[in-house]
């Protein structure tokens, strides 16, 4: 059976003190002790509050992640911080390839499967982002780019990588716009990447690697699109900064 997991992705959203009052909720909020123990809850904080979450998730079961990492080990890089640097801060899970760091960063296909190499290669577990825009679903290339996209991060990766990673569906016209995929368009495209991968490894490869839904994912929407048999949990951005929204998302599973 495929792990359940619900990722929150901050982006750039609280500082030191409010990821305190954050997570100081969340722990002692009794409706997570209810939660099914064999799904997977992580948190992407910014990395200038990694330490402070990290050191109030001592105790706990939730995962601490980044929402990015540089490609290169250390050394003259103005601006970067490396994989190390986030063992560290103990951090499980590092986004990579998500569609901002696409669009406004140019980060291609290539340099996020050197990242996800790099990041399988010390232990941790790359969330690997791909999706379309809404021009491309309008012209009908959603799968063309998907393919495209899964192939190029994936290179590289054997079958023992692949059993390691995580994917993430986000469409880019849901992020952030509250119009999410409907559970059909989005189990049509995670059945789809399932298959790409069943094409580059084999079917009990490719069945067990868990494909999150992400864009616009709120509690009222969360419950129809976590009963899509494709669908393994949710990279959540702006309903990941309250708790209570957090919760009632996590708890849809
Ligand atoms: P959203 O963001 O939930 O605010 O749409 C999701 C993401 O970008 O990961």
Known sequence: MRTKLVVGNWKMNSGIEETKNFFENLIENSSLQNINHLMQVCICPPFTSLNTASQLLQNSTIALGAQDVSVNENGAFTGEVSISM???????????????RRM?????????NKKAIKI?????????????TLEQREADE?????????????????????????????PVWAIGTGKNATSKQAEEVHLFIRKLLT????????ESISILYGGSVKPENAKELSEQENIDGFLVGGASLKVNSFISIIQSF
Do not use: R, W
């Open 199 to 206: 094409i580059k490894s084999n079917i009990n490869v490719s």
């Open 120 to 132: 399988l290669e010390h232990k941790l577990t790359p969330i690997i982002c791909v999706g379309e």
């Open 86 to 100: 986030l063992k560290e801060l103990k951090c499980q899970f590092i986004i990579v390839g998500h569609s901002e």
């Open 142 to 170: 959603t799968n063309e780019v998907i393919k495209e996209q899964i192939n190029g991060v994936i290179e590289n990766m054997s079958n023992e990588d692949l059993l390691k990673i995580v994917i993430a569906y986000e």
């Open 104 to 112: 406004y960063f140019k980060e291609t296909d290539s340099l996020i």
